[in-house]
């Protein structure tokens, strides 16, 4: 079993949609977690870290439920640009390794 | 500012050639990571180094993968007798510090093909 799983989409979505992924991680002794933003032929970026009690950056809001072990990301009022692969990352209990989910491609149309 | 940056940035290699891939981190940076990208798959983790100390290598599939950095700032990855399998894109990342929930910035990586 991967650590950490993704549904890769491809999500299509009219702009102004509002969008939700989610991402689970078989290590419930996981630490840290991130959502990357990975845009085509590029390197990896940091969108925002996933605290335990949620958090908003704008548009977008990430949730993580340890019960289940998920997180979520969520986007509002999408913009062409959010067109993008979107990452989840887990760190599991040392901060030495980082565990990427295969991504989420979004692709937001006008 | 500088970020980080890897040369080359594109690396054909004949099966069985050695190749050398070079990362230099964001100045000051005490981490620095290694990762493999497949196509349509995410980073999968490499190796691990805090300033010269290499913590962690479980991620190297092989022993013909082998990475360094000797002086703390730029590292290398090396792969000997390289296979196709090995083509991928190869990621490098750095943080300021050890420790949980240090952002990672990456470098713009080196895609190799192995013919």
């Known amino acids: 079993r991967k650590e950490v799983e993704q549904d890769p989409g491809p999500f299509n979505v009219p702009e102004g949609a509002t969008v939700a992924f989610n991402c689970t991680y078989s290590?419930?002794?996981?630490?840290?977690f991130f959502w990357y933003r990975q845009d085509c032929r590029k390197e990896p970026k940091l969108l925002m870290s996933?605290?335990?009690s949620g958090n908003e950056d704008g548009r977008f809001t990430a949730q993580l439920n340890r019960a289940s072990q998920y997180i979520s990301l969520l986007i509002r009022d999408s913009k062409l640009s959010d067109s993008a692969t979107y990452l989840c990352v887990v760190n599991p209990y040392n901060f030495n390794k980082f565990y990427f989910g295969s991504g989420t491609k979004l692709n937001v149309k006008p | 500012g500088a970020g980080v940056s890897q040369s080359p940035r594109y690396k054909v290699a004949k099966r069985g050639q050695d190749v050398a891939l070079r990362c230099d981190p964001i100045?000051?940076?005490?981490?620095l990571f290694w990762y493999q990208q497949a196509l349509g798959q995410g980073p999968e983790f490499l190796t691990y180094?805090?300033?010269?100390?290499?913590?962690?290598k479980s991620g190297l599939p092989s022993d013909r993968f082998f990475a360094e950095r000797p002086e703390g700032s730029v590292s290398t990855l090396k792969i000997q007798r390289t296979q196709q399998e090995d083509s991928a894109v190869y990621l490098c990342a750095s943080s300021l510090n050890r420790g949980v929930g240090n952002e990672q910035f990456f470098g713009p990586g080196t895609r190799l093909t192995v013919l």
């Open positions: 996933v605290y335990s």
């Open positions: 100045s000051g940076h005490v981490s």
């Open positions: 180094f805090q300033n010269e100390a290499q913590l962690d």
């Open positions: 290590n419930s002794a996981s630490q840290s």
